[in-house]
């Protein structure tokens, strides 16, 4: 799985990179207007029903931005979530690669919307640590998030789901489901 991983990125950053600037006004965020949206985020991970509280690191490079509220970027949540009680430990490591659309607040540098959305999908990536347990997940995500500027702060609100297409699974389930609550800075 990891080299299908590699595979995919390094499939992704060569389309990426050979894209051309379509004529409805694109541009591509280059060393003049090169953007991250960076943020972090309280989450919690739906690992065999129980909710485990964690947090989150949200990096994203924007490629195409569209006037002041509309970007397209590319990157990931990573997230870490543990666990712990007297039965046991629980560590879980989530580490998406996303395709992003961006939409309002949020969306670039100069957007001045109070309200904006974020949609996302790529290839979801979660290792789980549980009773001396390693466990590795992998399938397609998809990442919906709402973006609200409060006092010229931008918080977001998101929800995520992933397929896992591990058939040699032993904790985690059929799919995984994430709630996380953050700021964009």
Known sequence: MRKFSFILILCLSTVLAKAQVPEDGYTPAGPSNQNFIMGSKFTLYD????????VAGVFSYVLYEKGENQSFSVGTNLGLAASFSNIGSLVHIDAPVLLQANFGAGSTKFSHIPVGVVVSAGLGNNFLHFFSH???SYGPMIDLGV????????????????QNLNQDRLYMGPSIVNIGFGAIF
């Open 47 to 54: 690992v065999e029903n129980n909710f485990v509280p964690g």
């Open 134 to 136: 390693n466990e590795f």
């Open 147 to 162: 973006r609200l500027e409060v006092f010229q702060k931008i918080y977001q609100i998101s929800g995520s789901y992933m």
